[in-house]
């Protein structure tokens, strides 16, 4: 039996098993992420100096702020959940990363691999997600967002947010 702390669907699949199944939030839920966005989260990782992390230690007290961990993947319909969250179609990771000057930097470097970019600067973490731009189109959505006191601020790019995000925070 192979054991790693991260596990892509494809290898779960084949049985490969978490290492400690306690010290490590929310991964069961990475598993069902599919290959491309795990994929693509591994290269933004590389590029932006982040170690590819699925999920923060329990033990850690600053677990959902370590820089690379993955805070969610997939997810099934549950309270809190917005119905057409990429999310739910398995198209979305959430990634801590830091404050409002990280989430910019690691930002840029994400639109190479990654077509929308969402911001929560209070938690210190970026959504990034593959949904298609006719499905955007379709429920309205927009390039990048940033949530901030619980509202949410849509713009057409990246930089937008990003302006926005400095103000705000």
């Not at 290959?35 to 990782?45: G, H």
């Not at 990634?95 to 210190?124: C, D, H, M, W």
Request: net charge positive.
């Amino acid at each position: 039996m192979i054991y790693f702390d991260f596990i892509p669907p494809h290898l779960a699949n084949l049985g490969v098993k978490r290492q400690t199944p306690s010290a490590v939030a929310d991964l069961k839920t990475i598993w069902a992420t599919p290959y491309p966005v795990v994929t693509n989260y591994k290269a933004l990782c590389k590029e932006a100096g982040m170690k590819v992390f699925g999920g923060a230690s329990l033990e850690h007290p600053n677990r959902f702020i370590v820089p690379g961990a993955v805070t969610s993947g997939y997810r099934d319909k549950v309270v809190g959940t917005r119905s057409m969250s990429p999310h739910l179609h398995g198209m979305a990771i959430d990634v801590a990363v830091g404050g409002p000057e990280e989430q910019a930097r690691v930002a840029r470097i994400a639109t190479k691999y990654f077509n929308r970019v969402g911001f929560y600067p209070l938690s210190g973490f970026l959504h990034l997600d593959l949904m298609p731009d006719a499905w955007v189109q379709k429920y309205n959505g927009t390039r990048s967002w940033v949530r901030v006191h619980g509202k949410y601020h849509g713009f057409d790019s990246m930089l937008g947010a990003i302006e926005f995000m400095q103000e705000a925070t």
